[in-house]
């Protein structure tokens, strides 16, 4: 596997990841990895490395203003869902461009946070994602901000938030997103897996979602809380690959 540093420039702000790549010449499928809330491009290295000795290149980043470990400058009190997506999408239009990458096999994983942030930008990407799979998707954030906050000016100027700084701007800008309403109409394959033991996001949002997607099925993990164990995240990646393949056939 190559593992080369990525930088992306868009929006007066720079992303930091990394592409993994099989040690081949052919062109591979192409997995874009969006780490949860506060995470790190180097949250899924292990399962960079799996696709990678599958044949199936991939890249993870860490989102700009998305982690306190954050290289970009961008701050956190300014991050949304929204610039999460405008960072996703920056990175799929330029690895679209990439010469190693099969365009036509580009996959959406996201995990938490970048589980919801994925299926926002494959709504807008329908026609060019292959496929997509989401790790215990945050697909409650609006509810959550808008229940903490019953006003609008009830929201405080700067809070800490799990370990991390955030602007009013980041519950504001949710206050009329509707989730269920924005997502479910992206029509290529849906993967989604989620831990019964959940208890930060209810898997009743990904048996909701599964049902609003026109070709989609979830995984339910038994004993299996918000960020699998080392056990989950292995049969996780089995499944990924496998669904993968699955994709790739269908086209």
Request: with cysteine; proline share 3%.
């Amino acid at each position: 596997m190559e593992k080369t540093e990525l930088l992306i420039t868009h929006h007066g702000r720079t992303l930091h990841g990394y592409f993994f790549k099989p040690k081949a010449t052919r062109k591979f499928p192409l997995v874009i990895i969006s780490h949860g809330y506060n995470g790190y491009k180097d949250d899924f290295e292990k399962t960079a490395k799996y696709l990678a000795d599958a044949g199936i290149a991939s890249v993870a980043f860490t989102f700009c203003g998305g982690s306190t470990r954050d290289e970009s400058g961008f701050p956190t009190t300014q991050m949304t869902l929204f610039t999460e997506k405008e960072d996703l999408i920056a990175i799929f239009e330029r690895m679209e461009q990439e010469e190693s990458v099969d365009k036509d096999h580009i996959f959406l994983f996201g995990a938490s946070q970048g589980g919801l942030i994925s299926a926002m930008a494959a709504e807008e990407y329908k026609e060019k994602i292959a496929g997509m799979i989401l790790l215990y998707p945050a697909l409650c954030i609006a509810d959550n901000w808008r229940e903490r906050f019953a006003s609008e000016d009830d929201i405080p100027k700067e809070l800490d938030f799990w370990g991390m700084r955030l602007g009013d701007v980041f519950s504001k800008s949710m206050r009329t997103f509707e989730t269920f309403k924005v997502l479910g109409h992206f029509s290529s394959l849906v993967l989604i897996l989620h831990g019964i033991q959940d208890e930060i996001v209810p898997i009743e949002y990904s048996v909701k979602a599964v049902k609003q997607y026109p070709n989609a099925k979830l995984e339910q993990f038994a004993n299996e809380p918000h960020g699998f164990t080392e056990d989950g995240n292995r049969r996780m990646e089995a499944m990924m690959l496998y669904f993968i393949h699955e994709c790739m056939e269908s086209k």
